[in-house]
């Protein structure tokens, strides 16, 4: 028992190694039940009219983009689809090259247009206040956009945004941490009433929970939200007019490879709670022998 | 030389400089390598961990001073400042300042007012002491006290309390019942009344934790106790969250080690698949390492 108790904490890595990478090989898939939190946030983009504009913001970097990565290509092509038009911008200076990266590859494939359809405004530096800054006069925080540096006003769907988010219906956060979605509940939900959605990291998903429904219409959280995600967005897919079909079908692949790392996180979450079940019993039959 | 041609031959690229583009082969050795260097840590720390560690701390650097300096001084000062100086002469024009029209003369000294304030700051490089440095920075805790007081307030405090005020029995409970057909148990009228009730409940508790006037009697201990009990669960939550996000960032590393095992990047063989190869490289040189190290303590 004493053995067991000083185990090296290497097994459990290399335990939990052989697990993921023997699991992955085997290629396991399983679909999962959505919950409300997800349906609600994809209802919200639904009921928007078609030709709506909202915002959706990037604040996330690699570190978190395996877990928030696949809900913001969804996002997009949920948008595109829908034929809603995207203010992005970033509060994460990391977070532009996915950006640009995910609309260039599917808002083209729904005929959506650059500067029509869909503005890429880039990052700005200073959290909060820039948050607020860009609440208060969009303009002012971005007189150019980000991609070849055209002035704002010489694109024609900035014609329809206004100061204190005139004209922005809804305001969507894929958020890793600071700033990120609590920053924007304070500086955006809060003055000035916007309806907002967010796709967290797992860490950060605890936090949520009391924002919703009041200040948060729904949110997806960690890779278990993306996949309750990708399913909806994947299985209404089918009623899409696609000029180009390869980014729809990588987003089936991203959909069919998250319905697989599910099934592997399951018994990654097995193997935890057995070791701390069994770290407990040693501990306690330990104390009963010291006694 | 049969490799030399399949390397020819292959669709994906030994080197592409389109950041939207597919990985190429160079590419995708190097991501290997590091995602091994980095996992070997697990081991314990060794060169190639450190390898690793110091490119991520490199580049890393290198791309957040190109982005502030972009975003946070070329942009807002020298562009903005060119846009104004651009009207500045012309009668009658206005510049927008935060959402109001604002004279071009005035918007340009604000702006070089801040620009100013912005080299204050740097006075504290050489002169740790200075007056300099404080000005601005009282100016920024200003602001910054005064955004986040006035937003956290209405988010955190007002909008939480009027969140709290539910209905223990939901208004529809008449018309669809307490457990209606074909509706997730999640979003029934019993399950909402229930958890409504543990939220109210729970946040009484908890608060009641930290009242800490009065002398904790069997009515208040009690209470104080439940307080506890949610804020273990709500802590057990968070680390179940937490975990469920490492793993989840495991599984993307192994599930991007799989992609990088295609034959593409591994000369036309499988025999020469970049996760392959560079476990072995790295498990073998850390494994000679440990044996020579124990050779050496040995003798």
Redesign the interface.
């Known amino acids: 028992m004493a053995q067991a108790t000083d185990l090296d904490r ?1 097994w459990i ?1 290399l335990a ?2 052989v697990l ?2 023997g699991l ?2 085997s290629g396991v898939s399983s679909p999962m ?1 959505v ?2 939190y997800v349906s609600d946030y994809y209802d919200t983009i639904e009921a928007l009219p078609e030709g709506s504009v909202v915002m959706l913001s990037a604040d996330f970097d690699p ?1 978190s983009a ?2 928030l990565f696949p809900t913001y290509q969804a996002t997009i092509h949920h948008l595109m689809r829908r034929g809603i038009r995207v203010v992005n911008v970033a509060t994460w ?2 977070a532009p ?1 996915y950006t ?2 995910a609309f ?2 599917i808002a083209p494939a729904y005929g959506r247009e650059y500067g029509t359809d869909w503005v890429e405004l ?4 200073g959290d ?2 820039a948050m ?2 860009i609440g ?2 969009i ?2 925080t971005y ?2 956009d980000d991609r070849d540096g055209t002035a704002i006003d010489q694109l024609p769907l900035m014609s329809e945004v206004g ?2 988010f005139e004209g922005i219906e809804l305001l969507l956060t894929m958020s890793a941490g600071y700033p990120g979605i ?2 924007w ?3 955006a ?3 000035y009433d916007m309806t907002m959605l967010a796709a967290t ?3 950060q ?2 936090d949520l929970f ?2 919703y429904p ?2 948060l219409a729904g949110f997806c ?4 939200g993306a996949t309750q995600y990708l399913q909806l967005v994947a299985n209404s897919a089918g009623t899409a007019t696609i000029m180009d079909q390869a980014p729809l079908d990588e987003l089936l692949a991203v959909k069919e ?1 998250n319905q697989k ?1 599910m099934v ?2 399951m018994w ?2 097995l193997l ?1 709670i057995a070791l701390i079940v069994l770290g407990n019993v040693l501990y306690f039959r330990g104390r009963k022998a010291v006694a | 030389m049969s490799s030399m041609l399949a390397l020819q031959d292959a669709a994906t690229p030994f080197v592409s400089l389109d950041p939207n583009g597919p990985v190429d082969i160079i590419g995708a050795w190097l991501m290997c390598f590091l995602t091994l260097s980095v996992f070997s840590f697990l081991y314990k720390d060794n060169p190639f961990y450190k390898v690793a560690e110091h490119v991520f701390v490199g580049v890393g650097t290198a791309y957040f001073a190109l982005q502030y300096y972009k975003e946070g001084i070329l942009e807002p000062v020298r562009d903005h400042m060119y846009d104004i100086a651009e009207v500045m002469g012309e009668p009658g024009a206005s510049f927008s300042l935060g959402g109001y029209d604002a004279d071009p003369t005035i918007a340009f000294i604000l702006r070089a007012v801040a620009a100013i304030f912005g080299l204050m700051l740097l006075t504290r490089l050489f002169s740790p002491n200075s007056w300099a440095p404080r000005w601005p920075l009282a100016v920024m805790v200003g602001v910054y006290s005064a955004l986040k007081l006035t937003g956290e307030t209405q988010s955190k405090l007002v909008l939480q309390t009027k969140g709290l005020m539910k209905p223990l029995v939901p208004e529809n409970v008449g018309e669809v019942g307490w457990f209606p057909d074909g509706v997730a148990l999640e979003s029934t009228p019993l399950f909402l009344t229930i958890a409504n009730a543990i939220v109210v409940i729970g946040v009484i508790c908890a608060l009641s934790h930290f009242l800490f006037t009065w002398k904790r009697g069997r009515t208040l201990g009690a209470v104080s106790r439940v307080g506890i009990i949610v804020l273990m669960i709500t802590f057990g939550s968070m680390f179940g969250f937490t975990v469920l996000g490492r793993i989840a960032l495991l599984i993307e590393r192994v599930n991007e080690l799989f992609d990088l095992s295609e034959p593409d990047y591994a000369f036309g063989t499988p025999f020469l698949s970049p996760p392959v190869i560079l476990t072995v490289l790295i498990a073998g040189t850390l494994t000679l390492f440990a044996l020579q190290r124990k050779e050496g303590t040995d003798s």
């Open positions: 290497r890595f939990m190694g993921v990478v992955f090989a039940p919950s409300r570190a395996a877990e200076p990391a090259p640009r990266k260039d590859a880039g990052f700005k530096p909060d206040v607020a800054q208060q006069s303009r002012t007189p150019r100061d204190s609590l920053e509940i304070a500086q939900g809060g003055r990291t797992a860490v998903t605890p009391a924002y009041t200040q959280g960690g890779a278990t490879k790392r592997i996180q990654g979450h935890i």
